[in-house]
């Protein structure tokens, strides 16, 4: 590529609010043929929102002290859906004394585990998915079937024990971002393959990637796992552009043949990136795509 056609490039991208690191980035930006989206910040807002608490009948008529306790224990955890249960518990939550939590563990993935220390006793609260509570040894029947009822629409479910027996579940809702169907639509339409990775649950994943027209879906994906993911698409032979903001993004970020960032997103997620987009649309991703490959023509 002649440095002034790529000069002039990035610089037309740099107006559409697309970053690009250098001209490899651009020329590969046109051999993509593959795209991997992050499903919560990338197509989603990011910013989920708690939409329904549930409670076995134990809890029942205790439902506004569990939402205090959950919510106390969420408070060390900097996941997005730990602020929307936080959130919730302030304006919902209430128990009789003071609490406090005297330990705090994330399980990346999984959800967290926190010991608190209330005037009457030390409750031992774990927050999480299916595979959590598994891990633990919790039943989670008495609440599987709305927690899959709820992930059918879209939602988050999370269950909640208290020491060591299925106390609730919450469940959160993050909006899909009103531009990503139609940027999705036109990622298609330039004969793209476009996967969604994520954490979530299989459920959750596929009623979100129903919404937005994604065909193909990776749910249930390990932070760790997420750039060997990214690797096997490569070793099927596509060249692959990978969107995420997150911390847990920026292997795959760096794994990806073209790695690019939620400019909204994490500094560590810009740092593994070959671009960036100045905002969250995934719009600019089909403007950085047709100019690349109108860019390249010109070098030619
Ligand atoms: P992603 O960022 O792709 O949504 P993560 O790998 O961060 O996924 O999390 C996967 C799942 O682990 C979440 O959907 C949630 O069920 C659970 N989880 C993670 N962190 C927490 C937390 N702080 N509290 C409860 N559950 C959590
Ligand atoms: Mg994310």
Known sequence: ATPTAVMVGTGKAAELGILIGDGEALETTRRVTAVVLDKTGTITRGRPDLSAVHTTTTWEHRRHELVALVGEAEAGSEHPVAAAITAHATQHGSHGGRIRATSFEAVP?????????TTEAEPRVLVGNQAHMTAHQIDTAPLA??????????????????????????????????????????????????WMVTGDNTGTARAIAAQVGIDHVMAEVLPADKARRVASLQAAGHITAMVGDGINDAPALAQADLGIAIGTGTDVAIAASDI????????????????SRRTVATIK
């Open 109 to 117: 993935g999984q959800g967290i585990i926190a010991t608190l220390r």
């Open 145 to 194: 079937q709305t927690a899959a009822e709820a992930a059918a629409q879209g939602g988050t479910p999370m269950y909640a024990a208290i020491d060591g027996q299925l106390a609730g579940l919450f469940v959160v809702a993050d909006p899909v971002k009103p531009e990503s169907a139609d940027a999705i639509a036109q990622l298609k339409a330039l004969g793209l393959e476009v």
């Open 276 to 291: 960036t987009l100045v905002g969250g649309d995934l719009r600019t991703i089909v403007s950085a795509i047709a100019l």
